[in-house]
């Protein structure tokens, strides 16, 4: 079973970059799809991106596509979540997620969460 520690949030200003990590432990790792979601205060939890095991497939939720970049680092067992030109819209709790199955959208797909990581865009 993957365990799962997400740091790098902050507090930036808008247009700024931040870079997140998640950190994994645990033997499964490397065959994990792994995702990015976040959770604003009062909506619901929304996808962000996806990565296959093999890192040859990513995904993007269209709010963020062409300023963030998923990668994953399987010798440190690691997923990175680059995220540049932030806006105030994407202040969240951002969550890292992982499933031995395919990468998806869905919530329901990932059986493993970290606690997750504030990021805060100031106007």
């Known amino acids: 079973q993957v365990q799962l520690v997400e740091s790098g949030g902050g507090l930036v200003q808008a247009g700024g970059s931040l870079r997140l990590s998640c950190g994994a432990s645990?033997?499964?790792?490397?065959?994990?799809?792994m995702a990015w979601f976040r959770q604003a205060p009062g909506k619901e939890r929304e996808f962000v991106s996806s990565?296959?095991?093999?890192?040859?497939?990513?995904y993007y939720a269209d709010s963020v596509k062409g300023r963030f970049t998923i990668s994953r680092d399987n010798a440190k067992n690691t997923v990175y979540l680059q995220m540049n030109s932030l806006k105030p819209e994407d202040t969240a709790v951002y969550y890292c997620?992982?499933?031995?199955?395919?990468?998806?959208?869905?919530?329901?797909?990932?059986?493993?969460w970290g606690q997750g990581t504030q990021v805060t865009v100031s106007s």
């Open positions: 645990g033997r499964t790792f490397s065959r994990s799809a």
């Open positions: 997620a992982a499933s031995l199955d395919q990468p998806t959208t869905q919530a329901r797909g990932y059986d493993v």
């Open positions: 990565i296959n095991w093999i890192a040859s497939r990513t």
